[in-house]
């Protein structure tokens, strides 16, 4: 069974802060990550992809992929009240044939 | 709201309806997912097609029938469905599957609030 973990929180940071979420996976052969925001409510919107070891910035936002760690992560820098919303982590795995979705990270950023 | 629409936003229905959900997108893609969402569980998948062909089958009940009658279109047709089957159903769509890296950008539709009593 290939899984995608991730702290389900909730992670609380202050207004202007950065809020650093983390995720892992466990089938090796994983090539494309992604990350969903999902407001309360509401469908997942997809927000970053990165498909290879580094740093992808877009905005505010950056995600982090480190393939040997088997470990992406999604930065948000100068992060508003209007970022508070659970984030999930989806990653493609080849093996598995589909997105695997993690539980998410519940994410408050408190003014 | 995205290039997928999903009616209705909410269904109640008993345990002897049937009822039919639906997804529409317009994005131009030639892949269509179900997926289920539970409180506090990862999004399961329920279905996949692909061009028009289901593709996966992910162990679910025949209460739910899916249905694609092309590629812009896709339909789940819900029977005899029991009270924990109550949950949010999103449908998403994706350019294709695996042909390209970012075959696997998928975009949901609004979901269907599914409340079985």
């Known amino acids: 069974q290939k899984e995608v973990e991730q702290n389900s929180g909730p992670l609380s940071v202050p207004e202007g802060a950065i809020a650093s979420l983390n995720c892992t996976y466990s089938d090796r052969v994983s090539q494309s990550f992604f990350w969903y925001r999902q407001y309360s409510g509401k469908s997942p919107e997809l927000i970053m992809s990165?498909?290879?070891?580094g740093d992808k910035e877009d905005g505010r936002f950056t995600a982090q992929l480190n393939k040997a760690s088997q470990y992406v992560s999604l930065l948000i820098r100068d992060s508003q009240p209007s970022d508070s919303a659970t984030y999930l982590c989806a990653v493609y795995g080849g093996s598995q044939g589909n997105l695997i979705f993690g539980k998410g990270t519940k994410l408050s950023v408190k003014p | 709201e995205t290039g997928v629409t999903q009616t209705p936003r909410h269904l109640v229905m008993g345990m002897t309806n049937k009822k039919s959900l639906k997804c529409e997108q317009h994005l131009g893609h030639n892949a269509m997912y179900w997926y289920k969402q539970s409180a506090k569980k990862p999004l399961e998948l329920m279905f996949v097609y692909s061009l028009e062909e289901r593709v996966e089958n992910n162990s679910v009940p025949s209460r739910f029938s899916p249905e694609c009658p092309n590629s812009s279109h896709l339909f789940l047709h819900l029977h005899t469905l029991q009270p924990e089957d109550s949950a949010l159903y999103l449908c998403?769509?994706?350019?294709?599957?695996?042909?390209?890296?970012?075959?696997?950008?998928?975009?949901f539709g609004p979901g269907t609030r599914l409340t079985v009593t």
């Open positions: 990165i498909y290879s070891n």
């Open positions: 998403a769509s994706s350019q294709d599957r695996g042909r390209t890296i970012t075959s696997y950008e998928q975009y």
